[in-house]
Structures are given as structure tokens and as C-alpha cells.
């Protein structure tokens, strides 16, 4: 796939997450419909016209092209000794969500109770574990994958894990205008590993979706948590019930 392929594809995925049409953009940059579409079918985008589009999606051409490349050579796990660090100081991992959500120093300084100074001494030692390089102007670039997974076994999870998994489910979640679904069926060994496909497909989803959505400014975003899995269980008012003892085989008599 061309460099150009990949650029115009991650536009269509920036497109598709803004529920916008090839409509929207024509009218923002003074272009028919038809041209639009042209445009893409045939790739013939010059720089300037790239330009007013990504001006039109409110998205830097910079940022368009780091969709793009997707980030696939950098590291889909932190390493036992990162997240012990992060995980033995809230402050740090705070900072560094924050920074993997793209978030700059000054809008965190914005939102939350910190100084500049407290800032850059924490990135500092953001770049002293290997999770980021400092740049100019207090800018980074992150050395983890856009699809950080958190060791099962991990610092992180053995510190916060259970905590947060209470702190999430214990509430009524349409009250915070979210949605949550449990359900409890018996299934076959095939329909479990179709379900857990569909699972995978799910979080891969909403990664790309938040992926896109970064390119947003912090008001315009929020902080979504999805839970999602299966395993067998049975619910309690069938397990007080005692199965019942299968009979034995006697061997039958000799005669």
C-alpha cells in the first residue's frame, strides 16, 4: 500500500468518526461533491488541497499522517520494570495517560492542579523509563503503541485493577447516560469462540475510534471505560442447587 493509500485511508476513518460525508467536506472547501469523491477515487489530492480538507476536519496534517503510519514499531506492552515505576507513582501515571491521550502540558496545566515545573520534571522521568522522548517546546513523541495492553500480571493491574473494576461497575450506569448489558446463556465450545472474536473485534474498534479521536481537543473528548468479557459461570441460585449423584456402575454378579 502507497504512502498516499495510507494517508487517504486514515482521512476516510477520520471522515467516518466524525459521522461526516464526502458532502460535509465539499462544502467546507468550496468543492462539488463529485470532485470530492473524484479526488479520492483516484488519489490525485495536491498538498494544498490536503491541506483544506485536514483545516476542514480540524485535524494537523502531522497528526493525519501519524494515523497513517499507525505507530508499528512501538512497543504494545510496557516492560515489568515501566509499569512498576508508573505503578509506585500515581502522579507519573497520571501524567503519562494523559500524554498517551495526547494531551500537552498546556492543557493539562488547564484542567488540573499542577505546575509547569511539576510537568516537565514528570516527563523527565517519563523519558528516563523509555515511554517517551522529549521534544522542543515541551512537546513528546510517545515510544508505546496506540494499543498499549497492561501486562495481565502486571504492576498496574495488581495495584489498580481491582479497585478500578469496582469503581466502574458499582453504579447505575444509565445514570452517567451509559449503557450496560449482562447476559447468561448456555452456549456450545464454538459459539464461545465466536463471541470472543467478536469481542476482540470490539475493543479493536473502539482503540481505533479513540485513535481518531485524539486529534480532538481535550473539551471535545471524555473519558470512556468499556468492559468487556466472558468466561463460564453460573449464578448462584442454580449452584445451591445440588446435582444430583449419578448412579454407579455395579458389576453385575458372577453366576
Given amino acids: ?14 471522515l467516518k468518526s466524525r459521522g461526516l460525508t464526502y458532502q460535509h467536506i465539499a462544502d467546507r472547501i468550496g468543492l462539488s461533491e463529485a470532485s470530492v469523491k473524484r479526488l479520492f477515487a483516484e488519489e490525485s489530492f ?3 488541497k490536503l ?11 502531522f ?20 509499569e512498576q515505576k508508573l505503578a509506585s507513582n500515581p ?4 501524567i503519562f495517560y494523559l500524554l498517551y491521550n495526547e494531551w500537552d502540558i498546556q492543557q493539562i496545566q488547564a484542567h488540573y492542579d499542577i505546575t509547569e ?15 517517551l522522548d522529549l521534544l522542543p517546546n515541551n ?6 503503541s496506540r494499543n498499549l495492553r497492561l501486562r495481565m500480571d502486571g504492576a498496574i493491574r495488581n495495584r489498580y485493577g481491582q479497585e478500578a473494576m469496582q469503581d466502574f461497575l458499582m453504579v447505575r450506569f444509565e445514570e452517567y447516560g451509559g449503557l450496560f448489558r449482562f447476559e447468561f446463556r448456555e452456549l456450545s465450545a464454538a459459539s464461545v469462540e465466536i463471541i470472543k472474536r467478536k469481542i476482540e473485534r470490539l475493543a479493536a474498534e473502539f482503540n481505533e475510534l479513540a485513535e481518531l479521536d485524539s486529534t480532538l481537543p481535550p473539551q471535545r473528548r471524555k473519558t470512556i471505560g ?3 468479557g466472558i468466561r463460564p459461570w453460573t449464578i448462584s441460585f442454580v449452584t445451591g442447587l445440588r446435582e444430583r449423584a449419578k448412579p454407579k456402575n455395579h458389576p453385575r454378579a458372577a453366576h
Avoid at 117 to 131: F, H, P, S, T
Fill in 1 to 14: 500500500m502507497s504512502q498516499t493509500t495510507q494517508l487517504l485511508d486514515a482521512l476516510k476513518r477520520v
Fill in 63 to 82: 497528526e493525519l499522517a501519524k494515523l497513517a503510519r499507525g505507530l508499528r514499531d512501538s512497543a504494545d506492552v510496557l516492560t515489568p520494570e515501566q
Fill in 51 to 61: 491541506e483544506n480538507v485536514c483545516l476542514a476536519l480540524e485535524i494537523d496534517f
Fill in 139 to 144: 512537546r513528546v513523541r510517545l515510544k508505546v
Fill in 117 to 131: 515545573a511539576d510537568c516537565i520534571r514528570l516527563m523527565a522521568q517519563l523519558e528516563k523509563i523509555g515511554v
Fill in 226 to 228: 468499556v468492559g468487556l
Fill in 91 to 94: 502522579k507519573l501515571l497520571a
Fill in 46 to 48: 495536491t498538498l494544498q
